[in-house]
C-alpha cells in the first residue's frame, strides 16, 4: 500500500521556532543514572511533605526530587542544597513558570 506524501509547509505558514528550553527532564542523561535515584529516594526522606504546600500551611507528600535552580541556568545538578521535595501539583506549576521566563 502506498504511503501519504508528507506534508509541505506553505509558504504563509509560519516556519517552526526552535526551542530553547529543555522540555522534559527525562531528556537529560543524568536522570536515568542510580546515582540519581538514590539522591532522589535521600532528598524524599529528608524532606518528605512538599516544600511549596508547607509553605502555605498544607500538608502534602512529596513525590518529586526538583532542581531549586534549575540546572539549565547554571544550579549544580548534584548539590544537595539545590534540591527540594514537591509533589506533583506544585513540581508541573514551578516547571511551567520557568518555562515562561
Same mark, same amino acid.
Request: net charge positive.
Given at each position: 500500500?502506498?504511503?501519504?506524501?508528507?506534508?509541505?509547509?506553505?509558504?504563509?505558514?509560519?516556519?517552526?521556532?526552535?526551542?530553547?528550553?529543555?522540555?522534559? +527532564? !527525562?531528556?537529560?542523561?543524568?536522570?536515568? =543514572?542510580?546515582?540519581?535515584?538514590? $539522591?532522589?529516594?535521600? %532528598?524524599?526522606? #529528608?524532606?518528605?511533605?512538599? +516544600? !511549596?504546600?508547607?509553605?502555605?500551611?498544607? =500538608?502534602?507528600?512529596?513525590?518529586? $526530587?526538583?532542581?531549586? %535552580?534549575?540546572? #539549565?541556568?547554571?544550579?549544580?545538578?548534584?548539590?544537595?542544597?539545590?534540591?527540594?521535595?514537591?509533589?506533583?501539583?506544585?513540581?508541573?506549576?514551578?516547571?511551567?513558570?520557568?518555562?515562561?521566563?
Amino acid at each position: 500500500m502506498p504511503s501519504l506524501p508528507k506534508p509541505v509547509r506553505r509558504p504563509w505558514q509560519p516556519t517552526p521556532q526552535k526551542r530553547e528550553y529543555q522540555q522534559h +527532564a !527525562a531528556r537529560s542523561p543524568e536522570y536515568g =543514572t542510580a546515582r540519581w535515584q538514590k $539522591a532522589r529516594v535521600a %532528598q524524599l526522606a #529528608r524532606q518528605p511533605c512538599c +516544600a !511549596a504546600c508547607t509553605a502555605v500551611g498544607r =500538608t502534602t507528600p512529596a513525590t518529586v $526530587a526538583d532542581h531549586i %535552580q534549575p540546572v #539549565r541556568l547554571g544550579g549544580d545538578f548534584w548539590d544537595p542544597a539545590n534540591h527540594q521535595s514537591l509533589c506533583r501539583p506544585c513540581h508541573q506549576r514551578k516547571s511551567a513558570s520557568e518555562r515562561a521566563q
